[in-house]
């Protein structure tokens, strides 16, 4: 390594490269962070022939408005973490990027810290690191500070699933609405937000399927009708363009958290969580031996293994294959 300190009192790095030099100081960083700078812009320059040292200076606002306008072309809610983004800006300031470093993001952390899960503030910090991948992608920056950052220890609990006679019990106390959208999730396993988005024009009842159009990729996603949900959603009054109307306002439900939590109480059933709906019906075509592919397609992930998180073996499942081993 080619590290030196400067007079000033700066540490930088000084090396050569097919004939040309490279020379650049930092303030606030040790020897040992200069270095790996230096490693990365080596690289850089091996894979590229991009040169940091000639680059223009960013300051953060500009990093968060191409962000943001990416978000308005890439992502269905491209506002849904804006208040991380704003949060982060407020801590840190207006920073020439290559200035920010890990302590920036610390600092975000701690301000998190015991007001949200764990599992919420390392995906808040997921949205800030974004910001600087971007940014690199762009040539913007040449290091993202997030890159060193470790995530937050979590704690998984057992995970939750909706058993049948829980089920008999819940939606024996939910009202008409709430019924159906519990019955939704459980026969077609969508996300929240596209039971909440769903459209009466989207349910096609004589051939029997719905489209899931609101979704998390983009794709408009085919679910075929199960005959308890397709009689469900017939006995469904049409309040409006929405299948899951307020008949109170007369307005779509825009969310669901504290009606389906009254109904969780009231049925006398161990706490779940509506996106427990979905993770249980994966669960439940997970038992009755449906392919992984399968089910990977019906939750619309891109990566198996996010589907893997979301099915398990029962114990009554790890007996019967045991059984088969002693029949074979």
């Known amino acids: 390594m080619s590290v030196f300190k400067h007079k000033n009192g700066y540490y930088g790095y000084n090396f050569m490269y097919k004939g040309k030099r490279y020379c650049r100081t930092f303030k606030g960083l040790n020897s040992d962070e200069v270095a790996k700078l230096e490693t990365v812009h ?139 959208m519990t019955i939704t999730a459980l026969h077609t396993a969508m996300r929240t937000n596209e039971i909440l988005s769903l459209k009466w024009q989207d349910v096609f009842f004589e051939e029997g399927y719905l489209i899931a159009l609101n979704t998390k990729n983009n794709k408009p996603r085919k679910l075929p009708l199960t005959a308890t949900l397709k009689n469900e959603l017939l006995n469904l009054p049409r309040l409006s363009e929405y299948v899951f109307t307020s008949p109170v306002t007369g307005t779509r439900y825009t969310e669901v958290k504290t009606t389906f939590k009254r109904a969780v109480e009231r049925s006398g059933i161990p ?6 709906l979905r993770n249980t019906a994966a669960s439940r075509l997970n038992e009755a031996g449906v392919d992984i592919v ?8 891109a990566d198996l293994k996010t589907t893997l998180r979301y099915t398990h073996n029962s114990s009554a499942s790890i007996e019967n294959a045991f059984k088969i081993l002693n029949d074979y």
Do not use: W
């Open 271 to 276: 706490y779940i969580t509506f996106h427990k």
């Open 42 to 180: 080596k690289a850089e320059l091996i894979k590229t022939g991009y040169d940091i040292t000639k680059k223009q200076v960013y300051n953060l606002s500009e990093l968060i408005v191409d962000y943001k306008e990416y978000r308005k072309a890439h992502y269905t809610r491209p506002d849904e973490f804006d208040y991380v983004i704003d949060e982060f800006y407020k801590l840190v300031g207006n920073k020439d990027v290559e200035l920010i470093t890990v302590s920036d993001l610390e600092k975000y952390i701690n301000s998190r810290l015991g007001k949200i899960k764990n599992s919420s503030i390392n995906r808040e910090v997921d949205n800030i690191r974004r910001i600087f991948s971007l940014a690199i992608e762009n040539k913007r920056i040449s290091v993202n500070p997030c890159s060193t950052l470790k995530k937050l220890r979590i704690e998984n609990p057992p995970e939750r699933y909706l058993t049948k006679e829980e089920e008999v019990k819940l939606l024996a106390v939910c009202n008409p609405t709430m019924k159906a």
């Open 294 to 301: 399968t089910i990977q397609k019906i939750l619309d992930h």
